[in-house]
């Protein structure tokens, strides 16, 4: 299993441009989510998800969109880059069920600078 | 008020010592509690979920008192290889929302 994929590893955008982060699971996981890592924050939830078709807020979603057209993948789009999205994203994924919660297993991030 | 809270550090600890994270918590409605580590620049990884009752792996115990809505992590017998950034971690269970602490930095020294 490759587990949690993500493409690509680093990147370079201009205020204004837009881009989709890749992100899939081989795992047949239902829950998958995107964070935001910057240096003093933590981790911080952009989007998730529970299903295919199914799509939520997290703490900091502005700026972002995402869609689940499918278990394995979760796609994450900046709609118009900005500096304020230089960060570390990192696409997550877990087994889930009402009540019960189970550990999430991390892609290696995908580093974007924003100039 | 932040949902995860942790003592940043840095812990530079010598190689054998025994070392104590905590981290506490604002929601009384968090249910599932875990330890992460992250290296460097890599993906956060799984170090243990933290259990009601207190448990152990190898050298790592985790605590939780939800009473005082805190949790812990000891390390005993520190090795090289324990240097890394140690996330607190809950969940509500009220669907895939973590919330995730800073992260405490760790430096064993030789």
């Known amino acids: 299993n490759a587990g949690v994929t993500q493409t690509p590893k680093f990147q370079v955008l201009k205020t204004g441009q837009s881009m989709t982060l890749q992100c899939a699971q081989d795992?047949?996981?239902?829950?998958m989510s995107w964070y935001r890592q910057d240096p003093g924050m933590g981790l911080r939830l952009i989007h998730y998800?529970?299903?295919?078709?199914?799509?939520d807020q997290g703490e900091v979603p502005n700026g972002y969109n995402v869609s689940r057209s499918t278990t394995e993948d979760f796609p994450l789009r900046l709609l118009s880059a900005a500096p304020s999205q230089t960060s570390v994203y990192f696409c997550a994924s877990s087994y889930g069920s009402r009540g019960s919660t189970y550990e999430q297993y991390f892609g290696p991030g995908t580093r974007l600078t924003v100039t | 008020r932040k949902e995860v809270e942790q003592d940043p550090g840095p812990f530079n600890v010598p190689e054998g010592a025994t070392v104590a994270f905590n981290c506490t918590y604002s929601?009384?409605?968090?249910?599932?509690f875990f330890w992460y580590r992250q290296d460097c620049r890599k993906e956060p990884k799984l170090l243990m979920s933290?259990?009601?009752s207190g448990n152990e792996d190898g050298r790592f115990t985790a605590q939780l008192n939800r009473a005082s809505q805190y949790i812990s992590l000891l390390i005993r017998d520190s090795k090289l290889s324990d240097s890394a950034t140690y996330l607190c971690v809950v969940n509500r269970n009220t669907g895939n929302q973590f919330y995730f602490g800073t992260g405490t930095s760790l430096t064993v020294i030789p």
């Open positions: 933290v259990y009601s």
């Open positions: 998800s529970v299903g295919a078709g199914i799509t």
């Open positions: 795992m047949n996981h239902e829950y």
């Open positions: 929601n009384s409605a968090s249910q599932s």
